[in-house]
């Protein structure tokens, strides 16, 4: 049974869900209904949203930096391999010109390739993230790739984060 303390910390945190809703683009203030608005400031009494939404944050920065560092790496390796057929003195100019033109359509193709698998990876992110909060019982999640549901998910989550900033 909800405290008297509990109920105005609830009140409290509606009255600011609320008010950070009217602050958002009207096409998501229609989206955000008062029953998802106090769904979520009864889940927000605790501190569990606040740090799973955290844990979900380093997770995402893990990864953002692993997949930036993956295609760096590849870029290096495509520039050494520029480098190396720069130094090689047994070529001609055309075959030279030949081989780097050959060289620059596959790197071309690898850092494609590698483009579409972060992709399909952040994909699989967010799809996760998603998935978590939607079991958590966070009001609009669900696994989407409905850019307009992917959009309003970001503004609850906004919402979530400026309130963990008052709260941990």
């Not at 608005?37 to 692993?66: A, K, N, P, Y």
């Not at 057929?85 to 075959?95: E, G, P, W």
């Not at 033109?101 to 193709?109: A, C, D, F, S, Y």
């Not at 483009?115 to 990876?121: A, L, R, S, W, Y």
Request: charged share 30%.
């Amino acid at each position: 049974m909800a405290t008297e303390n509990d109920q105005m910390r609830q009140t409290a945190l509606l009255d600011k869900l609320r008010s950070m809703v009217e602050e958002l683009p009207e096409k998501f203030q229609d989206k955000i209904t008062v029953d998802m608005l106090q769904t979520l400031s009864s889940l927000l009494l605790g501190d569990t949203v606040f740090r799973i939404v955290q844990h979900l944050m380093d997770i995402q920065h893990v990864t953002e930096q692993h997949l930036y560092e993956k295609r760096n790496a590849l870029l290096k390796t495509h520039e050494l391999k520029m480098q190396e057929l720069d130094l090689k003195t047994d070529l001609s100019f055309s075959q030279r010109v030949l081989e780097r033109t050959r060289l620059m359509e596959i790197h071309k193709e690898e850092v494609t390739s590698l483009d579409q698998d972060i992709v399909n990876e952040l994909d699989e992110k967010l799809s996760e993230q998603q998935s978590v909060l939607d079991l958590t019982g966070v009001p609009g999640f669900e696994v989407t790739k409905d850019p307009m549901k992917i959009q309003l998910q970001v503004r609850i989550l906004d919402m979530i984060l400026r309130l963990s900033q008052n709260h941990l």
